[in-house]
């Protein structure tokens, strides 16, 4: 099993539409849940971190389900410039004596007019 | 304005020669990382630093050098031994050890060999 998983998209969706990505992880003991956005060809960017409670930033909401291992992005109202990658990222727990953060491979939206 | 600068934006090399890619912080940073990210593939880690003067290999440290001898700059070293050194690289920075923090990244190099 990968240690972050992510499906892959492409999400093609219509302006205003709600979409929402899932993302499972392997490792119980990861503490840190990150959602990044990578536009084409560029660096990624932190979008929001993800907490135990859930959290919303305008139209975008995250939450965790550390029973199941999964952390989702909720997008609202989609805009054109949502258009990019996201990426989901955990790390690898305390169990693990490093910074290392796991990188998804990425859910790709695309929204149309 | 703080940031990570990382230079070149492209870089070609001919199969056989070694290769520094630059990465500059002016974000007071203690750690700094370095990733490459392939098609299809998550960021995969390659070195990364925790403090000046000291350095641990990630995930696919083979054929790649580092050093860190000011807090401002981790360049890395794509040697002749990496087998498939054709990828997009991106330096990070994070205000301390722990992977809590936030990662910040820098535009990225794209380096192909030719």
């Known amino acids: 099993r990968k240690e972050v998983e992510q499906d892959p998209g492409p999400f093609n969706v219509p302006e205003g539409a709600t979409v929402a990505f899932n993302c499972t992880y392997s490792n119980s003991a990861s503490q840190s849940f990150f959602w990044y956005r990578q536009d084409c060809r560029k660096e990624p960017k932190l979008l929001m971190s993800?907490?135990?409670s859930g959290n919303e930033d305008g139209r975008f909401t995250a939450q965790l389900n550390r029973a199941s291992q999964y952390i989702s992005l909720l997008i609202r109202d989609s805009k054109l410039s949502d258009s990019a990658t996201y990426l989901c990222v955990v790390n690898m727990g305390p169990s693990y004596n490093t910074d290392k953060l796991i990188f998804g491979t990425g859910t790709r939206l695309q929204v149309f007019p | 304005d703080g940031g990570i600068t990382q230079s070149p934006k492209y870089l070609f090399r001919k199969e056989g020669q070694n290769v520094t890619l630059s990465c500059e912080q002016n974000?007071?940073?203690?750690?700094m990382y370095w990733y490459r990210q392939d098609p299809g593939q998550g960021l995969r880690l390659i070195y990364y630093?925790?403090?000046?003067?000291?350095?641990q290999k990630g995930d696919i440290a083979e054929g790649y050098s580092v050093s860190r001898e000011k807090k401002e700059s981790f360049p890395l070293t794509v040697t002749s031994a990496q087998k498939n050194p054709t990828a997009f690289y991106l330096c990070a920075s994070s205000i301390g050890a722990g992977a809590i923090n936030e990662q910040f990244f820098g535009p990225g190099t794209r380096l192909t060999v030719l």
């Open positions: 974000l007071n940073h203690d750690a």
């Open positions: 630093s925790q403090i000046v003067n000291d350095f």
């Open positions: 993800v907490y135990s």
